[in-house]
């Protein structure tokens, strides 16, 4: 018989309009499914990110990237983690088929059972306090030289749990920083362009972890692989 592991909590940083986040988050909800691992989501933005650079990578000089994150904001705060993963997720699948970037922003927030109003948040500032904090926070967990996604994992369980998965989102928790006092490994990525799912999701995991949490680790790469494909 399998003695399941300690569940982990895996603390996902991501700006909603990048595809590549994307794509690493639906694997880290595939290995949801087949590691005990649940999932925090927190906001960072690439708009922020980027402030103060000769280039612009992302191309966007009118800032229309602040617009979904700013939503995603407020709906983390008034909605809480479970709101905001509806969201991310319908703002990726609304359009429905094949879907290259994000769906409209309205029709994502009904999608996700959310008032079609929240849209208007992101067109103001209210919430660029709380963007900034919690990018920041990534920031401080792997450095300067990255974006997104950041993920942190906090607790003690064995890298190689097996076992089934229990894909649950942690509650909201007021106050609460990622991993606060526990033990915890943090990186950029991975980067994929597919998803890996079943095992193929768990290897990834285990193998992310296990490089991460080398003492003396810093980076690995490989050839770059074609941009990610409709949705």
């Known amino acids: 018989m399998t003695v399941p592991s300690e569940i ?42 980027n402030e103060g650079r000769d280039d612009d990578p992302e191309g966007d000089p009118e800032g229309w990237l602040w617009v979904p994150v700013r939503i995603c904001a407020a ?7 479970e709101a905001l ?22 029709d994502s927030l009904e999608k996700a059972g959310l008032p079609r109003t929240l849209a208007d948040a992101g067109m103001t500032t209210a919430h660029d306090e709380a963007i900034r904090a919690s990018t920041a926070e ?13 993920i942190s994992v906090s607790g003690h369980g064995d890298h190689h749990g097996g076992g089934h ?14 991993g606060a006092g526990q033990a915890r490994t943090a990186f950029f ?5 597919e ?6 999701a768990a290897r990834l995991w285990d193998g992310v972890l296990l490089v991460a949490s080398t003492p003396g680790f810093h980076e690995l790469q490989t050839s770059r692989p074609p941009a990610p494909g409709p949705s």
């Open 85 to 106: 993963a509806r969201l991310y997720t319908a703002l990726w699948t609304v359009g429905g088929g094949e879907q290259e970037w994000l769906g409209d922003l309205h």
């Open 195 to 200: 998803v890996p799912t079943g095992e193929a």
């Open 165 to 178: 998965g229990h894909g649950e989102m942690d509650g909201d928790r007021e106050g609460e920083r990622a």
């Open 189 to 193: 990525g991975p980067v994929v362009s």
């Open 8 to 49: 982990r909590t895996a603390h996902f940083w991501f700006d909603p309009s990048c595809p590549y986040t994307w794509l690493t988050s639906r694997w880290l909800l595939e290995v949801a499914k087949v590691r005990p691992v649940r999932v925090r989501w927190h906001l960072m933005s690439l708009s922020v990110l």
């Open 75 to 81: 709906v983390l705060e008034e909605y809480g983690q």
């Open 138 to 150: 990534a920031v401080g967990l792997v450095g300067t030289h990255v974006g997104t996604p950041v």
